[in-house]
């Protein structure tokens, strides 16, 4: 099973999967900048903070810089002081050398080994009652009086993505609106198409349906103004060679039957015999012409059909005029066909199993196609079968099999070809079988209504 085989469906896939995955890239990159953006903030705000409490310690006397710092909010501030002790490396951390720049060069500002024991912990959680102590950053300020302060600075903290209700709730909402919308956009895409299709196929069936209409966007119109050209090209095209074979084959009656006429008075009953015969296969062979002609153009309307009284009614009069034709029925199936042209269809299948397989056993049952229900009328006989690379020559106009279709058993060449134009004119289909057990099997498969 094919994985969305409908076009629609495929460009709606198509569009939904590109604008989430649009989206989430979009979420991605804003998340990413607002996460730098918050760094950046914080990180400013904290050293501006280191900047005021060390002038504030610096402006201080000695004397007052304890109960100072134990009433000043520090915010993520941790100062201690350090022995005395000179040095002159220069800070190696990027905020130590931000800090060193904000305080200036009155100021030394010098980083300092990594100490977790002197990092602020982190609080117990109730499956993990550990201390867990939190990355932080220790720096080393002389103030101007020589006093040598130990600053321990907390990281800014990442920022978490919203991931709230409402945010879930408003990133549903989108979902769906995409979705909307890529269906609507689907839909109106593949509308146009679908029409063409569905007229393409009823052009199958009839080939004078009115036209198409001209609307839509301009690449829709052309494609629609080309197919209706088609269309008219085609329908002149068949109507031509059919007024052309139908005249050619009314016209060549008149002279047949004065032939035959003048055939009666020849003396010699053998000749005479014999050009009657030859007159007998021209005519048939015109009478083939004309059903021919009439199978390509019918002006016969679909209306719907008893198919079960209208097989029991072919095969009725093929009993009575003494071929072995048997039918088993199903009652209750309807069709939409062309009576009569339906009519002479199955009477040639029936005529054909008859003739080249001395029996027609005639049987009807209900399946699917494609989803569809359809009707299958299988026609079997007791004949020799037909070779499988001939299966589908004997659908061409004129083509005998001279192992079994020879003149002499009065074949045109021409049933099975009016039998398949008919069939298509139906929406249907017709197929060869050979049977195991010998002889043809002729499947007949037509639509069923909704």
Not at 159 to 177: I, K, S
Not at 354 to 381: E, M, P, Q
């Amino acid at each position: 099973m094919r994985i969305l085989p409908s076009m629609w469906a495929r460009v709606l896939a198509a569009l939904l999967v590109g604008v989430l995955l649009s989206a989430a890239l979009t979420v991605f990159l804003a998340f990413g900048e607002r996460e730098k953006t918050l760094m950046q903030y914080r990180e400013s705000h904290s050293i501006e903070r280191v900047e005021q409490l060390v002038r504030a310690l610096d402006a201080l006397p000695t004397a007052n810089r304890e109960s100072f710092l134990e009433t000043a909010p520090r915010l993520g501030l941790k100062v201690t002081t350090l022995p005395e002790h000179a040095t002159d490396t220069p800070p190696h951390s990027d905020y130590a050398k931000a800090v060193s720049e904000k305080l200036g060069r009155t100021f030394k500002v010098h980083s300092l080994p990594a100490d977790p024991s002197l990092c602020p912990p982190s609080p117990p959680q109730q499956h993990n009652p550990n201390i867990v102590r939190l990355p932080c950053e220790a720096l080393s300020i002389t103030l101007h009086d020589g006093t040598i302060l130990r600053l321990t600075v907390m990281p800014p903290r990442t920022p978490a993505p919203p991931l709230r209700d409402d945010f879930v709730q408003y990133f549903l909402l989108f979902l769906v609106f995409i979705a909307i919308l890529a269906l609507i956009i689907a839909r109106m895409t593949m509308r146009p198409l679908q029409k063409m299709a569905e007229a393409a196929t009823a052009l199958g069936q009839d080939i004078n349906r009115p036209p198409l209409p001209e609307t839509g966007a301009s690449e829709i119109v052309q494609a629609t103004r080309a197919f209706n050209a088609m269309q008219a090209r085609i329908r002149n095209h068949i109507s031509q060679r059919t007024h052309m074979l139908a005249a050619i084959t009314h016209d060549l009656q008149t002279p047949l039957t004065r032939l035959r006429l003048r055939l009666e008075k020849v003396n010699d009953s053998e000749l005479r015999e014999k050009l009657i015969n030859d007159l007998s296969g021209m005519q048939l062979m015109i009478r083939e012409g004309l059903d021919l002609a009439r199978s390509i153009e019918s002006s016969e309307g679909l209306r719907p059909v008893d198919i079960d009284s209208l097989l029991d009614s072919v095969c009725s009069d093929a009993g009575e005029a003494g071929q072995n034709v048997t039918f088993e029925g199903k009652p209750g199936i309807t069709v939409l066909a062309k009576p009569q042209a339906l009519r002479r269809c199955l009477t040639n299948l029936i005529d054909n199993a008859v003739k080249y397989g001395h029996y027609a056993r005639v049987s009807l049952t209900k399946g699917k196609a494609a989803g569809n229900d359809v009707l299958d009328i299988f026609i079997r006989d007791g004949g020799n079968g037909i070779p499988q690379e001939l299966q589908s020559k004997v659908f061409e106009p004129f083509f005998r099999i001279e192992t079994s279709r020879s003149r002499e058993s009065g074949g045109t060449g021409l049933g099975l070809t009016i039998a398949q134009n008919i069939v298509q004119q139906h929406g249907g289909r017709l197929q060869l079988h050979n049977l195991p057990e010998g002889g043809l099997e002729v499947q007949l498969t037509l639509p069923l209504p909704a």
